[in-house]
């Protein structure tokens, strides 16, 4: 083969790896994220939210919502608009869901069943910044999309964002939040277990309570109550943690011990007590409410 030829073919290959690496670069203070041939670049997004937080400025906060909320003004460009919030996370503006106006969004959670606002909170309080999130997309029939936002703080109390579409979002687990049960109340149990000092028992000369007095949304507190034939009663502190899917539960105990379990029914649980150290131990509650 001729060594001309060689050489040749050797330095366009070099220079296609040299071309894909560049290619590759990510530019540096921007998310790293895959754009679509179609995609609003960075530049175009933070400049729009440039432009409408120079506008509040120039023309004051009371015109600057109304236009922000005129889903034919001059701040809903394509796939761009501008929304407002406050720090307390209320929103003040939105050109396509004016019914979300006044609303505190804190606890809303996206297409995940997850709170999202959190994050663009933090990134206004810093001055600005992008955040990924998922939101509904107008302009498809208001389905689920991918969304790169980017947010700017007007000043103290306000801040401004707009975002753009990235494309389809993933299929999430859960499209809609769990409910969470309320177990507040008393609750009586079955036992079965093995304990170090005793071997495998039934627990046929105790009797267990469980009371959740209080329950903020997935956490909750109370005590339980274990009562021997001779009439001693054993108090201990509880709180718990209902999972995600709103079915399986943990506790934690005063005296150091903990459960884990799940939510049979409406009127159900199971418990998994367990015990480490030298007075070792485990049991299964099955308890009902009453």
């Known amino acids: 083969m001729n060594t001309s030829f060689i050489r040749m073919l050797c330095l366009c290959i070099l220079g296609l790896v040299l ?7 990510s530019e540096p203070g921007t998310p790293d994220i895959p754009e679509p041939a179609n ?8 400049a729009f939210v440039e432009s409408a937080v120079a506008y509040a400025h120039a023309n004051g906060k009371e015109k600057a919502l109304t236009e922000f909320s005129n889903p034919n003004g001059s701040f809903v460009r394509g796939e ?10 209320t929103v003040l503006a939105h050109p396509f869901d004016p ?16 709170p999202y606002s959190r994050p663009f909170i933090d990134a206004a309080k810093n001055g600005s910044g992008f955040v990924r999130f998922y939101y509904v997309n107008p302009a498809h029939n208001r389905t689920v999309e991918s969304k790169l936002g980017y947010v700017m703080k007007v000043d103290e ?14 299929t999430p687990v859960h499209t809609t939040a769990t409910t969470i049960p309320d177990l507040t109340g008393n609750w009586t149990a079955a036992m079965t277990g093995y304990e170090e000092s005793t071997g495998f028992t039934d627990y046929s000369t105790v009797t267990m309570t469980m009371t959740v007095s209080e329950q903020h949304g997935r956490v909750f507190s109370g005590h339980t109550v274990f009562t021997t034939a001779n009439g001693t009663e054993t108090r201990t502190a509880i709180a718990g943690v209902i999972g995600r899917d709103g ?5 934690a105990e005063q005296d150091g011990g903990y459960c884990l379990g799940e939510v049979v029914g409406p009127d159900e649980l199971e418990l998994v007590y367990l015990q480490d150290g030298e007075q070792y131990g485990v049991a299964i509650d099955t308890l009902k409410r009453v």
Request: aromatic share 14%; with cysteine; proline share 5%.
């Open 80 to 89: 761009l608009y501008i929304y407002a919030y406050d720090f307390n996370d």
């Open 99 to 114: 019914e979300k106006i006044g609303v505190n969004r804190t606890d809303e959670p996206d297409a995940f069943g997850n």
């Open 19 to 25: 071309i894909t690496a560049g290619c590759m670069q």
């Open 39 to 46: 995609h609003t670049s960075n530049e175009t997004l933070v």
């Open 247 to 251: 079915r399986t539960i943990s506790t």
């Open 157 to 170: 109390d306000w801040w401004l964002g707009s975002g753009s579409y990235t494309g389809p979002a993933p």
